[in-house]
Nanobody, 114 residues
Framework: QVQLVESGGGLVQAGGSLRLSCAAS????????MGWYRQAPGKQRELVAT???????NYADSVKGRFTFSRDNAKNRAYLQMNSLKPEDTAVYYC????????WGQGTLVTVSS
């Protein structure tokens, strides 16, 4: 059974940084493309970053140059380094396969104050 556990969120001032972690079980992350998704209050969930099996990353324009997606295959974990955070980055962040499984983790809340 696939389980995804996100952590690392918190409250940070604009311009600050956070590093999110994703621990996967029941699923080997290096065997699929993965994504980091986020859902802001009152908005639909959106895909903000992806990593392919080969390690190629892609980012939504809104986070390009500020976020970095990485993966530790030995630990079966994925990470999202978020720098130069903006208030509009405030959201619950989720990791999942790309395209996603039906199962989602609980997400981790990132709040960026102005």
């Amino acid at each position: 059974q696939v389980q995804l556990v996100e952590s690392g969120g918190g409250l940070v001032q604009a311009g600050g940084s956070l590093r999110l972690s994703c621990a996967a079980s029941g699923y080997i992350i290096r065997l699929t493309s993965m994504g980091w998704y986020r859902q802001a209050p009152g908005k639909q969930r959106e895909l903000v970053a992806t990593i392919t099996i080969g390690g190629t990353t892609n980012y939504a324009d809104s986070v390009k140059g500020r976020f970095t997606f990485s993966r530790d295959n030995a630990k079966n974990r994925a990470y999202l380094q978020m720098n130069s955070l903006k208030p509009e980055d405030t959201a619950v962040y989720y990791c999942n396969r790309n395209p996603p499984f039906e199962v989602w983790g609980q997400g981790t809340l990132v709040t960026v104050s102005s």
